[in-house]
T-cell receptor
Framework: GENVEQHPSTLSVQEGDSAVIKCTYS??????FPWYKQELGKGPQLIID?????GEKKDQRIAVTLNKTAKHFSLHITETQPEDSAVYFC?????????FGTGTSLTVIP | SAVISQKPSRDICQRGTSLTIQCQVD?????MFWYRQQPGQSLTLIAT?????????ESGFVIDKFPISRPNLTFSTLTVSNMSPEDSSIYLC????????FGQGTRLTVV
């Protein structure tokens, strides 16, 4: 099956700085890679996604990059704000199933 | 997109009892998924629920412990049976419309 690894597990940044979270996957058949943000007491919410035929996607302060050859993808948040503080999960989609990373707890320090 | 309503949002239960979690979707979907998220951990798939057939369980999860119903294309229930403190987790239902959409989760505490 697919194995998704996510790093770092915790990340603290100063407000206004950038944050980068990285994930690797093992199965080259995975073709879709979403990122989720989970705030305390809530379910995961999709923030950005990328398909395997695209190398980069950007949505305002959030971007995702994908390197299919190396089987890794990254989430980039620029100009971080305190409301970006949450747990972020990456995922890889293969077949009809999602495989999730272990999560990154991001703290943005005002 | 999909809007998923899940209830209860939280509950505290006595060990040995059972809790049924409900999940309602605002559109018809073929497959619904149930996940468990233990404290500080990632999401683990419990089972996939298809309408009109028995749920498919992942390794480590069995129907007797986590019976699932899927009576129609917009609704599903997950029951956590004969609960123990180890069952304390967040339980999430999900639908896959590429991406996956999640309910707000049920935070279960077993005492």
């Amino acid at each position: 099956g697919e194995n998704v690894e996510q790093h770092p597990s915790t990340l603290s940044v100063q407000e206004g700085d950038s944050a980068v979270i990285k994930c690797t996957y093992s199965d080259s058949a995975s073709n879709y890679f979403p990122w989720y943000k989970q705030e305390l007491g809530k379910g995961p919410q999709l923030i950005i996604d990328i398909r395997s035929n695209v190398g980069e996607k950007k949505d305002q302060r959030i971007a995702v990059t994908l390197n299919k050859t190396a089987k890794h993808f990254s989430l980039h948040i620029t100009e971080t704000q305190p409301e970006d503080s949450a747990v972020y999960f990456c995922a890889a989609h293969r077949g009809n199933q999602f495989y999730f990373g272990t999560g990154t707890s991001l703290t943005v320090i005002p | 997109s999909a809007v998923i309503s899940q209830k209860p949002s939280r509950d505290i239960c006595q060990r040995g009892t059972s809790l049924t979690i409900q999940c309602q979707v605002d559109s018809q979907v073929t497959m619904m998924f149930w996940y468990r998220q233990q404290p500080g951990q990632s999401l683990t798939l419990i089972a996939t629920a298809n309408q009109g057939s028995e749920a498919t369980y992942e390794s480590g999860f069995v129907i007797d412990k986590f019976p699932i119903s899927r009576p129609n294309l917009t609704f599903s229930t997950l029951t956590v049976s004969n609960m123990s403190p180890e069952d304390s987790s967040i339980y999430l239902c999900s639908v896959e419309l590429s991406p996956a959409f999640f309910g707000q989760g049920t935070r279960l505490t077993v005492v």
